[in-house]
RNA sequence: GCCCCCAUCGUCUAGAGGCCUAGGACAGUAGCCUUUCAAGCUACCGACAUGGAUUCGAAUUCCAUUGGGGGCACCA
């Protein structure tokens, strides 16, 4: 074996993969990527029952999006494979019977109703759940009497009733457990298929895999896992058991906790390279000052030695801050490009040209924190339609007769105006408010709702440059009628 | 119920015996800037769970308590 370090993910298709799941991915991708290893992908198919049609091109799209690629797995192929579980079931079928027949595992004929009503005694009577043994000890007569009752046995692992497991974890130190308290695990399903625990042994062996980064909930069936390593006569990989990523509830995280799978954060508006940024930081740090950090930098620094301990919970709101940062960052045309599906799901054909919505996104760029946020934020430039309250055109201290007045003479000054860019709209826009004896705020209020049917928008001058100078007159003439009217 | 683990501002975290009257960031509050909203800047608010022990000295070590999390499937 080389000493190339080479992590996996490997995600079973029951479902969307939350951001927990897709935390664990990154910490393992990223160690990989920082060590030059080799990242593979491996998709864990063995509940046949759980599977979800199309969960599996979901995690990938996930993947994809967040630009983590493998280098082994579905699509990309590799030395070790298939890399998917369903299609190496002889090897685990092969391990059972080695551990079988080397007497560390044992068949198992007991029904799951069996099974079920222990398990409901036992917590009946404030027993710790767990199997009987019941078939530990069988006769080769007693087996073969079951056997001729047709029933397809499971393979459990023979547990040492005493002593202890223990092992060095790298983030957790020296981890020990003592073997009395752990099950003889099913391996081996009845269904040929195997469990995540010997499916795992057999192939992060298989597959030279040198790192197992995992969450924490994995821990506690390490003992188990090494106890096979060895009775397979393997060398176990090294463990990182990873923290847990918690909802803001404190709770595993759910469905109750709003978006939890990362491709519903791209829907939302969130940049990829947000959020990659904010899912490295749950659980990791670089120092004790730096939040926003680049994606190379990410994989230069990264290391297990800075992973915390401690459950993380996931911050929305700071996920959303950092989104922000993100689209500010971006090229105006990088935005623009970022923005187009979101803008074509609001406005469709009411998007006159790539050109106009150059001119019109550089105005909402640092004020939207998601993408989703950019169609509300510039709904007026892209349709006619303003419907909002007359009452709004009135600045503080104003009426709606002086209002009234004020933008009859805005209108009639604009009309005339020679240019309608920025510059010469300020030009003649500033005196004209002293003129009128009105407080700037008063005048530009009032042609802010005017044209935008909005009190807060980007800056007026520019504004109105980029609606133009006709659709300005008319948005001024409506509100003059709409004061007229109250 | 049993086993394991964790414990610093509301949240993400820095901190590996003296650099700590505990640092940064998000959120919150106030102000500056300003035509509004953002952005930016400044300030404020705000934590070492509790009790013992070790030590000249503890957020940092040890023990107990409390709190939280995870696990206890023919799920992963």
């Known amino acids: ?35 030059n290893g080799v990242f593979i992908l491996r998709v864990e198919d063995t509940d046949v029952e759980r599977s979800v049609e199309g969960s599996l091109e979901y995690i990938l799209e996930g993947l994809r999006w967040l630009g983590m690629d493998w280098d082994e797995g579905p699509g990309v192929g590799g030395n070790y494979g298939p890399y998917v579980q369903s299609q190496r079931l002889h090897l685990y079928q092969d391990a059972a019977r080695r551990l079988v027949e ?6 198992c004929y007991c029904s799951p109703e069996r099974l079920e009503a222990l398990r409901a005694e036992q917590i009946k009577r404030k027993m710790p759940p767990g199997y009987d043994r019941h078939c530990r000890n ?9 056997e001729a009752e047709g029933i397809t046995p499971v393979v459990r692992f023979k547990t040492p009733l005493a002593g202890k497991t223990r092992f060095h974890d790298e983030i957790w130190g020296d981890v020990v457990f003592e073997n009395s308290h752990i099950e003889d695990l099913v391996l081996l399903k009845s269904d040929g298929y195997p469990t995540y625990h010997l499916a795992n042994v057999v192939d992060d062996h298989a597959m030279e895999i040198s790192h197992v980064l995992r969450a924490e909930e994995y821990i506690s069936s390490a003992p188990l896992h090494l106890m096979t390593y060895e009775a397979l006569g393997y060398t176990p990989p090294k463990f990182a058991h990873l923290p847990m990523v918690l909802g803001h509830d404190r709770s595993k995280l759910s469905k109750r906790h709003g978006a939890t799978s990362v491709l ?14 904010f899912l490295a930081l749950l659980g990791w740090s670089l120092d004790d000052k730096t939040d926003v950090i680049t994606r190379d930098e990410l ?25 922000g940062v993100y689209i500010r960052k971006l090229t105006p045309e990088a ?15 009411n998007i006159p040209s790539m ?5 019109v996104l550089p105005l909402v760029q640092e004020r939207a924190k998601l993408l989703t946020e950019v169609p509300e934020l510039t709904h007026y430039f892209f349709s006619d339609q303003l419907n909002y309250d007359a009452k709004l055109l009135i600045s503080k201290d104003m009426t709606a007769e002086s209002t009234r007045k004020a933008l009859a003479v805005a209108k009639e000054r604009l009309e005339k105006l020679p240019g309608f860019d920025a510059q010469t709209l300020e030009a003649m826009l500033r005196p004209l408010a002293e003129e009128l004896k009105l407080k700037t705020g008063q005048l530009f209020g009032a042609l802010r709702t005017a044209v935008s049917g909005e009190t807060a928008t ?19 003439q409506e509100a003059i009628d709409k004061l007229a009217a109250l």
């Open 264 to 277: 519903e954060f791209r829907e939302q508006g969130y940049l990829p390279e947000a959020m990659l940024n």
């Open 102 to 107: 080397s007497g560390h595992a044992y068949y």
């Open 299 to 323: 994989i230069k620094n990264f290391s297990l030695e800075r992973v915390s301990k401690t459950a993380a919970i996931f911050n929305h709101e700071k996920l959303k801050w950092m989104n």
């Open 458 to 476: 980007p800056p007026l001058f520019q504004m109105m440059a980029v609606l133009g100078r006709e659709r300005c007159l008319i948005r001024i």
């Open 335 to 349: 935005f623009a490009q970022m923005c187009v599906p979101f803008l074509e799901g609001a406005f469709h054909e």
């Open 138 to 146: 069988l006769t080769d007569e007693q087996r073969k009497a079951k």
């Open 355 to 359: 050109d106009y919505v150059l001119e």
């Open 1 to 35: 074996m080389s000493d190339t370090v080479r992590t996996r993910f490997a995600p079973s298709p029951t479902g969307y993969p939350h951001v927990g799941n897709i935390r664990s991915a990154l910490f393992a991708w990223l160690f990989a990527r920082h060590h």
